[in-house]
T-cell receptor, first 116, second 115 residues
Framework: AQKVTQAQTEISVVEKEDVTLDCVYE???????LFWYKQPPSGELVFLIR??????QNEISGRYSWNFQKSTSSFNFTITASQVVDSAVYFC?????????????FGQGTTLQVKP | NAGVMQNPRHLVRRRGQEARLRCSPM?????VYWYRQLPEEGLKFMVY????????ESGMPKERFSAEFPKEGPSILRIQQVVRGDSAAYFC?????????????FGQGTRLTVV
């Protein structure tokens, strides 16, 4: 079973539109962390955010915001007023306490295309 | 303060050859993770190492793949007798500590093409 599900394979928006990328996770651990990474066309992985399971406060960083809801096991990512430079593949990832290795379980990724 | 360095960035191997991928962690980091990204897929965990020790290799294919992180020098991911299905991007990440929620920093990846 997929532990991290990003149901949207591809999203295409026009510049300045808002867009939300969905992430649903599955874990039996009470302690875990959730991450979002951006992979631009150049291929590297850029860290965006880390959130632990005990902190359900939403977070805003510039045009980026994250909505963490334990009740629905979701950690959605919204980009406000999207720009062409936001075009990338975005990955949601889970780090579980069991095993305590820090390894990440990634979703399949959502490809976001922002058109001018 | 250099980031995680992976080399080579691109590697082409013929079927049956060996591939060696190198990862130099950030300064002060003694934990290394390797991930594989197959085309059009997310990253999959392969192995987690600390200096001179393999901690978790649950994601490593049973044959042909091995990893090491010696006391001195970079971590090496070695693939023997490569096949076309090994073509992928291989990412290394390093961290100062291990454990749940560790913030690991990723390298730019090595793109392996098997012809």
């Amino acid at each position: 079973a997929q532990k991290v599900t990003q149901a949207q394979t591809e999203i295409s928006v026009v510049e300045k539109e808002d867009v939300t990328l969905d992430c649903v996770y599955e874990t039996r651990d009470t302690t875990y962390y959730l991450f979002w990474y951006k992979q631009p066309p150049s291929g590297e992985l850029v860290f965006l955010i880390r959130r632990n399971s005990f902190d359900e406060q939403n977070e805003i960083s510039g045009r980026y915001s994250w909505n963490f809801q334990k009740s629905t096991s979701s950690f959605n990512f919204t980009i406000t007023a999207s720009q062409v430079v936001d075009s990338a593949v975005y990955f949601c990832a889970l780090s579980e306490a069991s095993g305590n290795t820090g390894k990440l379980i990634f979703g399949q990724g959502t490809t976001l295309q922002v058109k001018p | 303060n250099a980031g995680v360095m992976q080399n080579p960035r691109h590697l082409v191997r013929r079927r049956g050859q060996e591939a060696r991928l190198r990862c130099s962690p950030m300064k002060g980091h003694s934990h290394v993770y390797w991930y594989r990204q197959l085309p059009e897929e997310g990253l999959k965990f392969m192995v987690y190492l600390q200096k001179e020790n393999i901690i978790d290799e649950s994601g490593m294919p049973k044959e042909r793949f091995s990893a090491e992180f010696p006391k001195e020098g970079p971590s090496i991911l070695r693939i023997q007798q490569v096949v076309r299905g090994d073509s992928a991007a291989y990412f290394c990440a390093s961290s100062r500590t291990g454990g749940v929620g560790t913030e690991a920093f990723f390298g730019q990846g090595t793109r392996l093409t098997v012809v």
